[in-house]
């Protein structure tokens, strides 16, 4: 009898020890235990979200979460719909990736039961969140990450006079609906009083092409594109725009167009310059992470909001080349690098 007593005991503490393990899942991270569903939100693809969302799937690899994705297109009649859609799939958490489309979903909160949100690659948080919600304890179940850092106005200025040391005046194309490129602009703006350059503005809604025209016939030095959706999204064509004019004579010499994020450099066809950028795929393993803690039952309005310390260099040697710069990897030592500088011809006089 004592012998199944014994065999009955040890049988409950296998069991027990199941249970427990089932409980608190096998996960060595600190995920969660059961399937969770994350979607993400974006206004439109463009490559440095895209590499925001490669680094949380990354992060994420061995949690137990199912992903989904939702775009607008870039189309903003299309933002409504496409937070709509995420919110029919019963989501356990948001990851909103900019600005345009974490306002939106926002605006929707006292219409739908929003899931825990996280924002990601937002210019600026006052944008999405009243000043007295920037701070954690919040009352929004909302948290985020920036992707600004300190020094991103005065390293971006630092970057175009480094290329362009007679540097005068810059031209960038913005959107004025967009509140992320209207602050990034502003930011420089704001930075470039005290330097002695003149910044010189035009919008997006004539199309990339027009713009850059416009810009280049105020005879800028160079030409910014700043956070701004549209504009990244049309990278190749406002520089084969910028070069087009150099070839035909029709400015002094070429002139450079930079950025602020770095996909809009790594582009493999008419990319821009530089750009002195967040590291976006480092942002999408820190937001993982956030993911992670708010899916194990921490609270996102508990979390405070962050972002990168120092921007990084990117420089695209093709598109350099092709604007005549040549030697950026001694003027830049600690960049990260794409292209070659053999692969394409000075502008000028072709």
Known sequence: MWKRVHILVAAMLVIGLLICCTKTGSDRRGGPTTKKKVIFLYPIKIDALEEVERGVREELAQDNIE?????????????????????????????????????????????????????????????????????????????????????????????????????????????????????SMESIRNAAKSTGIEIVTTTTESGPAAATSALLAQNVDLILIPKDKIATGNVPTIVETALRQAREGKVKQPVPVIAMDSGSVTSSENGAVAAAS????????????????????????????TGPE?????????????????????????AVFNGNEDAALCAAGH
């Open 67 to 183: 992903f989904g994705v939702e775009s607008a297109q870039g189309n903003a009649e299309l933002f409504q719909p496409t937070v709509r859609a995420a919110i029919r799939q019963n989501p356990d958490l948001l990851v909103s990736i900019g600005t345009q489309i974490t306002q939106t979903a926002l605006a929707l909160e006292h219409e739908l039961t929003l899931p825990p949100i996280i924002f990601t690659a937002v210019t600026r948080p006052a944008d999405v969140l009243p000043e007295d919600q920037l701070s954690a304890p919040r009352r929004k179940n909302i948290t985020g990450i920036t992707d600004t850092p300190n020094d991103m106005a005065d390293a971006t200025l630092a970057l175009a006079r480094k290329l362009r040391p007679d540097l005068r005046r810059i031209g960038i194309l913005y959107t004025p609906s967009e509140a992320n490129s209207v602050s």
């Open 278 to 305: 967040a590291p976006y795929y480092d942002i999408g393993r820190d937001t993982g992470k956030v993911v992670r803690r708010i899916l194990s039952g921490e609270s996102p309005n508990t979390i405070p909001i």
């Open 310 to 334: 120092k921007s990084r260099t990117y420089v695209n040697l093709t598109s350099a080349s092709a604007f005549c710069i040549k030697g950026l990897k001694n003027v830049f030592p600690d």
